[in-house]
């Protein structure tokens, strides 16, 4: 449910995109019911439980100490900005699309937060780009659209980058869990990855640059700014 909520919120908003203007406060609901979920998540973890979903060795969704403080985080943000945003975008034709956006962005942002492995976090991570580009670009005229533009160009840099690390990490040692990243990062350090026809390259320094490249994309950071 705390993914799911405001995914839903986001497809029924979508449903309704092309309904005559009027105040959606209801879509604020998803993030109210994910806000809820988050924080009874919570409650569980400060017991010392950690609810899985999957194999509890490499879960596909995990619930942590940190993961349920970013997920309540992102909660609260969600119901903010929906709610202010319903009383802000009265009358505009644009508000079920807003919403649809909104929501979907936050449904993949919480996704990432309670990922329990890399290629969970990954494909939450591409979905939070596109939220974001249609995010830009959902008012659809020539200014937010070029804006929109500029941004997937950048993040999609970064994103490459990202699925290229993804795909070393996934040839070389499979698809691990979050937990055992440090691990992983050892284990790459001793692999190398034949380029060109020689295997002289460390797959951790390989996924180390990827990295890097993607953390500066996403932060708007030259030359990506």
Request: proline share 5%.
């Amino acid at each position: 449910m705390l993914v799911l909520a405001p995914a839903f919120a986001g497809v029924w908003s979508w449903a309704r995109r092309h309904r005559p203007p009027a105040v959606p406060p209801v879509t604020a609901v998803g993030s109210a019911v994910a806000l809820a979920v988050a924080v009874a998540l919570g409650l569980l973890v400060a017991r010392g439980e950690r609810p899985t979903l999957g194999d509890p060795d490499a879960p596909w969704l995990r619930a942590d100490p940190l993961g349920v403080a970013l997920a309540v985080l992102v909660a609260v943000l969600g119901v903010t900005i929906l709610t202010f945003a319903s009383r802000h975008l009265e009358g505009d034709a644009r508000a079920w699309r807003f919403s649809a956006v909104a929501n979907g962005v936050l449904a993949s942002t919480l996704l990432s937060a309670v990922a329990g492995r890399l290629s969970v976090l990954v494909g939450a991570w591409l979905l939070t780009s596109l939220g974001i580009v249609a995010l830009i670009a959902y008012r659809g005229d020539r200014p937010s659209r070029a804006a929109a533009r500029r941004t997937a160009h950048a993040l999609g840099v970064g994103d490459a980058a990202l699925v290229g690390a993804l795909a070393i990490v996934l040839l070389t040692v499979g698809d691990p869990g979050l937990g055992d990243l440090g691990a992983v990062a050892a284990d790459l350090g001793t692999r190398q990855l034949a380029v060109l026809g020689s295997a002289d390259v460390s797959a951790g320094a390989a996924v180390a640059l990827l990295l890097v490249i993607a953390a500066a994309a996403r932060a708007a950071q030259l030359p990506f700014s």
